[in-house]
């Protein structure tokens, strides 16, 4: 092992790895090693200045008991910033210590000539690469040791009813209701961020902790020591990215249903709100308004004047969110353009097919600058133009027809190697571009995100989950450690996505407690797919605005009056607390706290 002392950094080598651990932040480190002749320009999640550094690099020796009972002497290396202190054993293992006190250490398994309970003959290394044939990515697991009593929060959204995510296996992709952001408070003092979106796995084990990289070029994690996780997260939002701050008219009722499917509908549905004299901040437009996947338009048939609509509504101080999706149907007039110029997700073998709800589709190439740029200027055109104030970024994980992460390839690479980093991008196509046309004030939904995603105005919802007590159950879990993986701007559908039947009782039963919930969630959205499908389409045709089915009605009327009463009630509730939420909003855009939170938070 050589060890090289740079300025705030640490650099190792050995049997052709590089290791390289530097000073990132407060009390934190990035930690990066590969087998490459260099490292790759990425810094993925670690976008913000990590401000001056006042780090110690050390070099020296240190004592081993040989296999044969003699002492030998060996050269050692360390790395502290602040708090945290790195070392780096003649093996290279890593040990990160809080104050002095060992917090976590590399798992090595492997004999080394010497008398130690990491030589044994498991020939298990701490850091293990396998490269991929024919590609220059690699297979990439990285253990620690377990820790007796450590509890394990953040990791972003998964459907499980589990708090702690210690003993839990954890899947590093994004589906439908899944989200992964690869961040991990633990309740030892530290905060670890896997800054790499590949697919992959991270084990929680009893015995070991196991990340993995399904094809990555190089290692990149940050880690940061505190007292708590509110100051863990402090330190993780500093170098990450914080939450832009929130816009008041945004923070009441928003209004939504699957789906309206007329200019008509959505007028005559803001206007009895008026009527009832409640104030919804925002209506959504779902999806299905358009012609076909990829056109990212209205249908004039059902939607003649989409200007004057947005400015009926503006004048009723309601604002305007329209569902986009990232995926061009063949039938499209954009697929063509898009196809040949190189803007969307190839596949590796087999149809150039992506996705196939309702089409043939394949998905936007949210990597190629040039899908982002092609994107944005037909939504302008077609949305942005008439005054719409919000996009509903639905589908973007993406929603792939099948999750072979494998078959799927952007301008970046493989999927594999960063499929993980998609959501946020599909999010600054639209955040980006709103922002260079002057708009203060970006709010846009999305179904997934990534880390780092805090930074572009994303709230994120918890996708298409049943509507059971059980999925409720899962969702108050999903919302806290989403929050406790910085992305604070959180909600759901409230009564979950999927109702059979709305005049069931114990359904409804369900969506009075969902919605009490709700009003305690950072974003107040009603939304849901009711049955049963009893409401003809508009049309007989195959395409457009008219031909897809609707849900039954999802206003706060319609599901009985003892139901609106008490909805009506805690309506009351949430506009009474818009003093103390719009602190909390404050407060996540200051230091990167959640609006919902756990109570070891505080």
Known sequence: MRFEKGKGTLVARCNGETLRIEAWGKDSLRVRATRLWEFTEQDWALTEEAGPQESVVEIHEEDYLGGDGTVDRKQAASITNGRIRAEVNFRGVLTFYRDGKKILREYFRNYDGTVSKESRCLKINSREWKGIIGGSEFGLSVKFEGSDGEKIFGMGQYQQPYMDMKGCVLELAQRNSQISVPFAVSSLGYGMLWNNPAVGQVTFGKNYTEWTARSTKQMDYWITVADGPKQILQNYTAVTGHAPAFPEDRMGLWQCKLRYRTQEEVLSVARRYQKEGIQIDLIVIDFFHWTVQGDWKFDKTYWPDPKAMVDELHRMGIKVIVSVWPSVDRKSE?????????????????????????????????????????????????????????????????????????????????????????????????????????????????????????????????????????????????????????????????????????????????????????????????????????????????????????????????????????????????????????????????????????????
């Not at 701007?489 to 979950?496: A, E, F, K, M, V």
């Open 334 to 602: 954009n697929f063509g353009p898009m196809m040949e110029q190189g803007l969307l997700i190839r596949t590796e073998r087999g149809a150039a097919q992506t996705y196939d709800y309702q089409g043939d589709c394949v998905e936007i190439d949210v990597f190629n600058p040039e899908t982002r740029k092609y994107v944005w200027e037909v939504c302008k055109k077609n949305y942005y133009d008439y005054g719409i104030d919000a996009f509903w970024l639905d589908n973007s994980e993406p929603d792939y027809g099948v999750y072979d992460f494998e078959n799927y390839r952007y301008l970046e690479g493989p999927a594999l190697s960063c499929s993980n980093m998609y959501p946020q991008l599909y999010s600054r196509l639209f955040y980006d571009h709103m922002k260079e046309q002057g708009d203060g004030s970006v709010v846009n939904l999305l179904r997934c995100a990534w880390a780092g995603s805090q930074k572009y105005g994303n709230v994120v919802w918890s996708g298409d989950v049943p509507s059971t007590f059980e999925a409720f159950y899962d969702q108050v879990q999903a919302g806290l450690n989403m929050g406790l993986a910085g992305i604070p701007w959180w909600t759901t559908d409230i009564g979950g996505f999927m109702t059979d039947d709305v005049n069931n009782p114990d359904f409804r039963q369900l969506l009075i407690r969902w919605y009490e919930f709700a009003v305690y969630s950072a974003v107040f959205r009603m939304h849901g797919d009711r049955g049963p499908y009893n409401i003809p389409p508009l049309d007989d045709r195959d395409w457009g605005g008219g031909y897809l089915h609707t849900g039954q009605p999802n206003e706060l009327w319609s599901y009985g009056e003892e139901n609106y009463r008490i909805m009506k009630k805690y309506y009351d509730i949430r506009i009474g607390m818009h003093d103390y939420i719009k602190g909390l909003f404050a407060e996540a855009s200051e230091n990167g706290a959640p609006l919902i939170r756990t109570m070891f938070f505080e």
